[in-house]
């Protein structure tokens, strides 16, 4: 399970819409992901069609995050959130980089409070290094990831985007 929300987690990071300035959208295809946290690593596939990103963020963070921002730096974006799902508050930030056609790397901390079981908050860092490495495959359609051991999750609303 921890490796789903990791998977996610990276997901969204790296396509979170902005108010200011946009994330590109990654390339159509098959993409490899790469979490690093504390907690471990782990790597998941997804399929990302045209409006992939956005499909999954809109549907996934719209009610749940009062502040989504984007900004342009001379490097890449610099992405701010902040976000709750019921009594668990997220504040996060992260740097994005990379071409958005072969590659995509994400650095970002987030500070969780309210954690059930924590008496104060717990701060997570996440390093996702995400590469396009071809075209989805028979049978994949926008927004599955697959798991190292071949599970697919589909996300709800990213299988309306055109592979």
Request: proline letters at 6%.
């Amino acid at each position: 399970m921890r490796a789903i929300a990791i998977t996610v987690a990276a997901s969204i990071l790296g396509a979170v819409p902005a108010f200011a300035d946009e994330l590109p959208q990654r390339k159509p295809g098959l993409w490899e992901s790469k979490s690093t946290s504390a907690e471990g690593e782990t790597s998941a596939k997804q399929c990302v069609g045209a409006g992939t990103d956005r499909a999954m963020v809109g549907g996934m963070a719209g009610a749940a995050c009062s502040k989504m921002e984007v900004t342009k730096t001379a490097t890449g974006y610099a992405v701010a959130t902040e976000c709750a799902i019921g009594q668990i508050k997220a504040v996060g930030s992260s740097t994005v980089t990379g071409d958005f056609q072969a590659t995509v790397r994400t650095e970002g901390t987030t500070t969780l409070t309210g954690m059930p079981g924590q008496a104060g908050p717990v701060e997570r860092k996440l390093v996702v290094e995400a590469k396009r490495v071809g075209d989805c495959g028979p049978g994949q359609k926008p927004g599955d990831i697959i798991m190292p051991d071949g599970k697919v999750i589909s996300l709800p609303g990213a299988a309306g985007a055109k592979p």
